[in-house]
């Protein structure tokens, strides 16, 4: 069992800057996929970017690539979102989510199936 709490989210100023972290406790994360999520009311959770455990391989929506950066620290059991160049449109709850599957495709990192943790979220306003 995996436990995921999220922090790090706040209310922003259009164009700056906010780094959500995921701290996890229950197994260590450094084989697992990294997840970021995020969800508006009524709308479906989306995949933001990914990191697989192993090699680093990162995934990014088309909306946040050259804006975000995923990480893993795997000495402290912690996976980072780091979002520069903030949008109103970016506002959303934020959700870390880890998974323990291998996939073939590329693509299957981006769907909510491939997790199998998730933590509670954390909202981001961005103010235009």
């Known amino acids: 069992q995996v436990q995921l709490v999220e922090s790090g989210g706040g209310l922003v100023q259009a164009g700056g800057s906010l780094r959500l972290s995921c701290a996890a406790s229950?197994?260590?994360?450094?084989?697992?996929?990294m997840g970021w999520f995020r969800q508006a009311p009524e709308k479906e959770r989306e995949c933001v970017a990914a990191?697989?455990?192993?090699?680093?391989?990162?995934y990014y929506a088309d909306s946040v690539k050259g804006r975000f950066t995923i990480s893993r620290d795997n000495a402290k059991n912690t996976a980072y979102l780091q979002m520069n160049s903030l949008k109103p449109e970016d506002t959303d709850v934020y959700y870390c989510?880890?998974?323990?599957?291998?996939?073939?495709?590329?693509?299957?990192?981006?769907?909510?199936?491939?997790?199998?943790?998730w933590g509670q979220g954390t909202q981001v306003t961005v103010s235009s």
């Open positions: 989510a880890a998974g323990v599957g291998t996939y073939g495709s590329g693509s299957a990192y981006y769907t909510r199936a491939a997790y199998d943790y």
């Open positions: 229950g197994r260590t994360i450094s084989s697992v996929t």
């Open positions: 990191i697989r455990g192993r090699g680093g391989v990162t």
